[in-house]
């Protein structure tokens, strides 16, 4: 038995969100089609208010509403020497929770992954450089994730901005509170010295969680 062309339609384009499969799509539709006529127009509307009123930021690439610049990069109380790197708008949201970096952002949307078509072209990594080159910013603070497209990402950073003159932090990892030390294992990041011209891998060795994100930035590298 097959589903009816309209119901097929509705569980193929909820199967295209990232995370769902084909059968937590079967199980969003039909929620959908059990649920009173309200609530689902009250899903289509905020999806559609959220296409027209949502907008990328002009500066950052974080999402804006209302307007050409989004609300951080408006902030005049805002560090503007300092710019933390991130690969999407959730970053800055999880970021912005600590409460403790004060600087401005630039969002990549997206971690450099050549297997999966994501090259420099689709990063706004030229954007960066450009905001390096016309703003008076002093530091870089990569904040990208752990993995490897991660890491992968942020050692590309590194090569476009080294020669720019801009110094460059790296976001540590640690244990979590009441993590387990068997667990820690060496984790390298990349360092950048000015002065130098050596772009090795520098080792460490997680010894404890950090508890802001200054404290999370490594020894400037």
């Known amino acids: 038995m097959s589903y009816s062309s ?7 384009q909820l199967g295209r969100l990232p995370g769902i499969g084909p059968k937590s799509a079967q199980r969003v539709a039909f929620h959908l089609l059990k649920a009173p006529s309200e609530d689902a127009l009250r899903l289509s509307r ?4 959220a296409k027209e009123r949502v907008s990328f930021c002009s500066r950052c690439f974080n999402l804006s509403e209302g307007g050409d610049e989004c609300a951080i990069c408006l902030d005049p109380r805002r560090e503007t020497r300092m710019v933390c790197v991130v690969e999407d708008s959730q970053d800055i949201v999880a970021i912005e929770r600590t409460q403790e970096f004060r600087g401005r952002y630039h969002v990549l949307q997206g971690a450099f992954s050549p297997i999966d078509g994501v090259g420099v072209e689709q990063l706004r ?20 994730n752990p993995n490897l497209e991660g890491e992968a990402t942020a050692a590309l950073l ?37 002065d130098d011209d050596d772009d090795e891998w520098e080792e460490w060795v ?3 969680a950090p508890k802001s994100v200054g404290e999370k930035r490594k020894r400037s590298v």
């Open 46 to 49: 905020a999806i559609v208010d």
């Open 6 to 12: 309209t119901v097929q339609e509705l569980i193929d």
């Open 206 to 208: 997680v010894e404890s």
């Open 125 to 144: 990594v030229k954007e960066l450089m450009s905001r390096v080159a016309d703003e008076d910013i002093e530091e870089i603070i990569v904040a990208t």
């Open 158 to 194: 590194v090569k476009y901005l080294k020669p720019m003159g801009v110094r460059v932090s790296r976001i540590a990892s640690g244990l979590p509170v009441g993590g387990d030390l068997e667990y820690a294992d060496e984790l390298k990041y990349h360092k950048l010295d000015n």
